[in-house]
């Protein structure tokens, strides 16, 4: 094939997926001349699992992104069917926003958003080798497969479950990317050469059934709330939810047809040797590793407005066609369904993420960076967090600008590349709440407070958004300052409502915020005797009232985050060979010496380094000094 050299750039982006999306709008955005590459340019954005955008956990990532510039946010709003805050009747920690999107609305305003954007080019064409001349003034040369040559300064893998892509429906198994779209078949390969420690992964998902061939009246329905929260901290009216769910479940019939041909699953019958999602598991794993529980749920979940396909969430599957016809076909509601998507699973190459460091840029290669599924990871919103931070470090470091490094404290995106580059991914990584040593100060209601003024010392945040969320926060801290210096007198309408609320009444007046620290108490029940309550955001109050109910916990999460800010200063050297540490055990050195943390906190973390071993590294650093 006759080679041609196609133009030079700043930042190349391999893969216009989630990751990919966030990573070349950051870069163009920060002043970086972006190029981005898909296989199938209408692919671009594609959700080629659940139709939906955030969920426990992810829900915080998706409002960090906003927070941080990010687009994942706002394209949910606009594409946006049903929405619901999970996990309310938990404690503010856990609450997760969930949006039911439209996926192809969501991947057409994607697709048209890297098509506005200056400085950025979307171009459909394979990248088929990835080489390094290091002396070279644009080191990196991507080549297509037609032949075309593009010189640059830095590099973004985002290639999501593309590369090496292998589709499996029972017996049946082919080189596949999702959704019918071609595999990337040649770049692994590239990549094995330059030395990037590659492996297999898998995940999976289920079918796609027709809407009218489903019965609807013996299902329950699952409603959006009202109203309707966003993601974005820029979107001001959702509107109202546009479409139901509904809810049913598994049967012991279901569980004997996959028993009696689990001999027949690519999974255990060996042919997928990729690892894939303990915490996204096939129907079968579940079936398998919870024998005992007589039945599974599953949600019916639109997939658009202008479509009938409905998606399965929870029925993943990688058997045969007919044994799916066969188990669905036993649950309540699905005994006709017409299978339009059968379900698969698919194996692909990511990297090892210990090779990454905290910028997402590879520890051997500089300038060559890795996002999303690429790096272990399973969800579109983890995909979009990385590619956000890679794509932001990228241009930074192109412009000569300081990386941007998020701490756990800061964030889960934080937390998310924390995991994966210091205790690595033995199976796609999934974001949860209990990830997170600080999750009382990493709610998704403040991810602004924590993140925007980042986002817009960087540049990706406008100065009129930015002074939007200075006063916000200062409506927060002026309602706070009124809450607590506010006092109610005691009166009937007040201790009737407490007494309604089951919590005693007073007789002597009360601070709003002392009733507010009561656990039944919120600003709602407040309403009626509050007369003085300003008109503000009901934002402000919401997260007046999490500030004021559990000051005392985020008193003592923010007291943990300067004790490991201490540890953080005892910053360790990056060439320092750890088998010379008399007193360290043979696994913490092994350990140490192939992850090179940056300072003692990171190395606190790494799985195999004990509290023992931390105390002799302090020792030996004082003896440095
Ligand atoms: C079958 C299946 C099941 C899934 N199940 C789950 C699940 O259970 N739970 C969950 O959280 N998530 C699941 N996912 C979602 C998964 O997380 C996504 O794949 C997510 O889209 C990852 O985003 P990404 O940006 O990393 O990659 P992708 O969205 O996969 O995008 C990759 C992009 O790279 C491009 N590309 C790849 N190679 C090349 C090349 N050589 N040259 C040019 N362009 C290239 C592709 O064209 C595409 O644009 C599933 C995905 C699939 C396909």
Partial sequence: MQKYFAGNADVAVIGAGHAGIEAALASARLGAKTLIFTINMDAVGNCPCNPSIGGTAKGHLVR???????????????????????????????????????????????????ELQDN??????????????????????????MGAVFSVKKVIIATGTYLGGRIFIGEVSYEGGPDGTFAATELGKSLKELGLPLRR???????????????????????????????????????????????????????????????????????????????????????????????HQLF???????????????????????????????????????IMRPAYAIEYDCVD?????????????????????????????????????????????????????LDRSTSYIGTLIDDLI????????????????????????????????????????????????????????????RAEHSTLSPSDKLNAILVSRETSPVTTGVSIADLLRRPQISYADLTEVDTNRPNLHRSVFEEAQIEIKYAGYIKKQLDRVEQVERMREKSL?????????????????????????????QASRIS???????????????REK
């Fill in 353 to 405: 993420p210990l090779s990454l460091s905290a910028t997402l840029e590879f520890k051997d290669f500089a300038g060559l960076y890795g996002a999303g599924q690429f790096n272990g990871s399973s969800g579109y919103e983890e995909a979009a967090a990385q590619g956000l931070i890679a794509g932001i470090n990228a241009a930074l470091s192109v412009l000569g600008r300081e990386p941007l490094i």
């Fill in 120 to 145: 950025l080019e979307l171009r459909q064409a394979e990248i088929v080798s990835v080489e390094n001349d290091k002396d070279a003034q644009y080191p990196w040369k991507l080549s297509t497969q």
């Fill in 300 to 338: 019916i979940e639109p997939c658009g407005l202008d479509t009938e396909e409905m998606y399965l969430q929870g029925m993943s599957s990688s058997l045969p066609e007919e044994v799916q016809l066969k188990f669905y076909h036993t649950i309540k509601g699905l005994e006709n369904a017409v």
């Fill in 422 to 481: 210091t205790k690595g991914a033995n199976e796609p990584y999934r974001m949860m709440t209990s990830r997170s040593e600080y999750r009382l100060i990493l709610r998704q209601d403040n991810a602004d407070k924590r993140l925007t003024p980042i986002g817009y010392e960087i540049g990706l945040i406008s100065r009129a958004r930015y002074e939007k969320f200075l006063k916000k926060q200062d409506e927060i801290e002026k309602e706070i300052y």
């Fill in 64 to 114: 960090e992104i906003d927070a941080l510039g990010g687009e994942m946010g706002k394209t949910a709003d606009k594409s946006f069917l049903q929405m619901r805050m999970l996990n309310r009747g938990k404690g503010p920690a856990v609450h997760s926003l969930r949006a039911q999107i439209d996926r192809t609305k969501y991947a057409r305003i994607m697709k048209h958003k890297l």
């Fill in 201 to 295: 992964f898998k995940t999976g998902t289920p079918a796609r059934v027709l809407r009218r061939s489903i019965d609807f009246s013996c299902l329950e329905a699952q409603q959006g709330d009202v109203p309707p929260e966003p993601f974005s901290f820029e979107t001001e009216d959702l509107g109202e939810n546009k479409v139901k769910c509904h809810i049913s479940w598994t049967n012991e019939k279901t569980k004997q047809i996959i028993l009696d041909n689990i001999h027949r699953s690519p999974l255990y019958g060996g042919a997928i040797e990729g690892v894939g999602p303990r915490y996204c598991p096939s129907l079968e794993d579940k079936i398998v590793r919870f024998k005992d529980k007589e039945r």
């Fill in 573 to 601: 050297p990056t060439d320092i060979d750890y088998k010379e540490i008399t007193g360290l055990r043979l696994e913490a050195q092994e350990k140490l010496n192939r992850i090179k943390p940056i300072n003692i906190a």
């Fill in 608 to 622: 195999g380094v004990s509290p023992a071993d931390i105390s002799v590294l302090i020792i030996w650093l004082s």
